[in-house]
C-alpha cells in the first residue's frame, strides 16, 4: 500500500485504507476500486492523497494507536470545541479518559514505531491535528521517561492546546490567502483564549493550561504570545511545540501539498536548537520510521525492495523484503534483508512515485 496523490489516481485502483470523516463517517471503504466518478468526489471533498493497494502489498502495517482510537479521539476534540461554540462546558473527563487510553496503547508496545500519515478532510484539519498532536507529545513524553501523571497533564494539555481558536472569528481561521496584520494578531491570541478557558477547570492541571498559553512560544524567544526563550518554556509546551509543528508539515493545506516524512523530519532537525528544542525534536525523532512500512527504496547493492518492518532501535535500517534489481530484472537472491544485521548494506534512496509505478506495471 502506499499514499498517491488524487491528481495521480486512476480508475481501476483499490483504495486500502478507510477514508472517514471526523464524525466518524466512511467516506469510502477499503477495498473499494476506484473509477472518475469517485475520483471527482474525492477531489472535492478537498482531499490531496489516499492510500491504495499496490502490487507490493501483502504487508501489514502497524501503527502505534489503533484505527478506533484515532478516530474516537477527533470525535472527542470536535465535540468539545462545538460544546464551547455553543456555550456549553467542556467535557474534561471524556478528555482524560480519551488520554489514558492513548497512553495504555502507547506504553503496552514500546517498539512501534509511527508509520502511517492520516488523511484528512480540510474542514477536520483542526481536530485530526490535536488528535495527532497528542499522540506525538506522549510518544515523546514516553521517551523523556514521564511518568504516568505527567503524561496526562501532557496529553490534556495536548489534545486542547488549540481549545482557543474557538473564539477566533471563522472567517480569520479558515480565510484561504494571506492574513493581514490585525488578522494575524487576533489569530495569535488563541494561545491567551486558550489558558483563559483551560484554567477555569479545577480537573485541568494549570501545566497542562501553560501548554494551550506557550505552544507557540520559541526556542529562541522570537514566538508569542510573551516572547519567553528556553527553559522559562514549561517542557510540556516545548514538547507540544515540535509535534504540532511536525504534524502540520505532514498535512495536506489547501496552498501545498504535505512534505514527505523525510523532508518534515530535516526541516525538523534544522530548526532544533534555533526555534525548537532540540532535545525535545530528537525524541519525537526517534519514534518515527524514516522509511515507513510500505516505502520502496534501492540498496546500495543496487537490489530494489519494501520496507516490510521497521528496527525502532535502528530506524534507519529497516526490514526490506528483495523485489527486483535495479533493471527491474530477476534476482539471485530472494526474501527479507535485516538491515540491522547485514551492516554493508544501507538504503541508497527512497524510489518516488514514478518509478515505484513503472516498476508496479512490470509486476502486473
Ligand atoms: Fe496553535
Same mark, same amino acid.
Not at 464524525?23 to 492510500?51: P, T, W
Not at 501523571?149 to 494571506?178: C, F, M, S, Y
Given at each position: 500500500?502506499? /499514499?498517491?496523490?488524487?491528481?495521480?489516481?486512476?480508475?481501476?485502483?483499490?483504495?486500502?485504507?478507510?477514508?472517514?470523516?471526523?464524525?466518524?463517517?466512511?467516506?469510502?471503504?477499503?477495498?473499494?476500486?476506484?473509477?472518475?466518478?469517485?475520483?471527482?468526489?474525492?477531489?472535492?471533498?478537498?482531499?490531496? +492523497?489516499?492510500?491504495?493497494?499496490?502490487?507490493?502489498?501483502?504487508?501489514?502495517?502497524?501503527?502505534?494507536?489503533?484505527?478506533?482510537?484515532?478516530?474516537?479521539?477527533?470525535?472527542?476534540?470536535?465535540?468539545?470545541?462545538? /460544546?464551547?461554540?455553543?456555550?456549553?462546558?467542556?467535557?474534561?473527563? %471524556?478528555?482524560? &479518559?480519551?488520554?489514558?487510553?492513548?497512553?495504555?496503547?502507547?506504553?503496552?508496545?514500546?517498539?512501534? %514505531?509511527?508509520?502511517?500519515?492520516?488523511?484528512? &478532510?480540510?474542514?477536520?484539519?483542526?481536530?485530526?491535528?490535536?488528535?495527532?498532536? @497528542?499522540?506525538?507529545?506522549?510518544? &515523546?513524553?514516553?521517551?523523556?521517561?514521564?511518568?504516568?501523571?505527567?503524561?496526562?497533564?501532557?496529553?490534556?494539555? @495536548?489534545?486542547?492546546?488549540? =481549545?482557543?481558536?474557538?473564539?477566533?472569528?471563522?472567517?480569520?481561521?479558515?480565510?484561504?490567502?494571506?492574513?493581514?496584520?490585525?488578522?494575524?494578531?487576533?489569530?495569535?491570541?488563541?494561545?491567551?483564549?486558550?489558558?483563559?478557558?483551560?484554567?477555569?477547570?479545577?480537573?485541568?492541571?494549570?501545566?497542562? @493550561?501553560?501548554?494551550?498559553?506557550?505552544?507557540?512560544?520559541?526556542?529562541?524567544? $522570537?514566538?508569542?504570545?510573551?516572547?519567553? @526563550?528556553?527553559?522559562?518554556?514549561?517542557?510540556?509546551?516545548?514538547?507540544?511545540?515540535?509535534?504540532?509543528?511536525?504534524?502540520?508539515?505532514?498535512?495536506?493545506?489547501?496552498? /501545498?501539498?504535505?512534505?514527505?516524512? $523525510?523532508?518534515?523530519?530535516?526541516?525538523?532537525?534544522?530548526?532544533?536548537?534555533?526555534?525548537?528544542?532540540?532535545?525535545?525534536?530528537?525524541?519525537?525523532?526517534?519514534?518515527?520510521?524514516?522509511?515507513? =512500512?510500505?516505502?520502496?527504496?534501492? %540498496?546500495?547493492?543496487?537490489?530494489?525492495? =519494501?520496507?516490510?518492518?521497521? $528496527?525502532?532501535?535502528?530506524?534507519?535500517?529497516?526490514?526490506?523484503?528483495?523485489?527486483?534489481?535495479?533493471?527491474?530484472?530477476?534476482?539471485?537472491?530472494?526474501?527479507?534483508?535485516?538491515?540491522?544485521?547485514?551492516?554493508?548494506? &544501507? =538504503?541508497?534512496?527512497?524510489? +518516488?512515485?514514478?518509478?515505484?509505478?513503472?516498476?508496479?506495471?512490470?509486476?502486473?
Amino acid at each position: 500500500m502506499r /499514499r498517491i496523490r488524487i491528481s495521480e489516481l486512476n480508475s481501476g485502483m483499490i483504495v486500502a485504507r478507510t477514508i472517514t470523516d471526523s464524525e466518524g463517517r466512511i467516506l469510502l471503504r477499503s477495498g473499494v476500486q476506484l473509477n472518475e466518478h469517485y475520483i471527482d468526489k474525492l477531489s472535492a471533498l478537498g482531499l490531496q +492523497s489516499i492510500y491504495i493497494r499496490d502490487a507490493f502489498d501483502g504487508v501489514e502495517v502497524r501503527d502505534v494507536i489503533s484505527e478506533e482510537t484515532r478516530q474516537e479521539t477527533i470525535k472527542v476534540v470536535k465535540d468539545n470545541f462545538r /460544546r464551547l461554540e455553543n456555550q456549553h462546558k467542556l467535557n474534561i473527563r %471524556l478528555v482524560q &479518559t480519551m488520554v489514558d487510553q492513548i497512553i495504555d496503547e502507547l506504553l503496552s508496545d514500546l517498539n512501534v %514505531l509511527v508509520n502511517l500519515i492520516d488523511i484528512r &478532510t480540510f474542514d477536520d484539519y483542526t481536530f485530526a491535528h490535536s488528535a495527532n498532536v @497528542a499522540v506525538l507529545s506522549i510518544m &515523546t513524553g514516553i521517551t523523556l521517561g514521564y511518568n504516568d501523571l505527567q503524561l496526562k497533564e501532557l496529553g490534556v494539555g @495536548a489534545i486542547l492546546h488549540d =481549545i482557543g481558536k474557538t473564539r477566533i472569528d471563522k472567517n480569520i481561521l479558515h480565510k484561504p490567502n494571506d492574513l493581514t496584520k490585525e488578522e494575524f494578531n487576533e489569530v495569535k491570541r488563541h494561545t491567551n483564549y486558550g489558558f483563559e478557558i483551560l484554567r477555569q477547570y479545577p480537573d485541568v492541571s494549570l501545566l497542562s @493550561a501553560h501548554i494551550a498559553f506557550q505552544h507557540h512560544e520559541r526556542w529562541d524567544g $522570537n514566538g508569542y504570545p510573551r516572547g519567553l @526563550a528556553h527553559h522559562d518554556i514549561i517542557p510540556y509546551a516545548r514538547i507540544v511545540a515540535v509535534c504540532d509543528v511536525y504534524d502540520a508539515l505532514l498535512a495536506d493545506r489547501p496552498y /501545498r501539498i504535505a512534505y514527505t516524512v $523525510n523532508q518534515a523530519l530535516m526541516i525538523l532537525k534544522r530548526m532544533g536548537g534555533i526555534y525548537l528544542d532540540s532535545q525535545c525534536v530528537d525524541a519525537l525523532i526517534s519514534n518515527i520510521a524514516v522509511y515507513p =512500512i510500505g516505502a520502496v527504496v534501492q %540498496l546500495n547493492t543496487g537490489e530494489i525492495g =519494501i520496507v516490510v518492518d521497521v $528496527n525502532k532501535e535502528a530506524p534507519t535500517r529497516p526490514i526490506i523484503k528483495l523485489i527486483c534489481d535495479c533493471y527491474g530484472g530477476k534476482l539471485q537472491r530472494t526474501g527479507e534483508v535485516d538491515l540491522s544485521k547485514y551492516t554493508t548494506i &544501507t =538504503i541508497a534512496k527512497s524510489l +518516488s512515485e514514478e518509478a515505484t509505478q513503472r516498476l508496479e506495471q512490470q509486476f502486473n
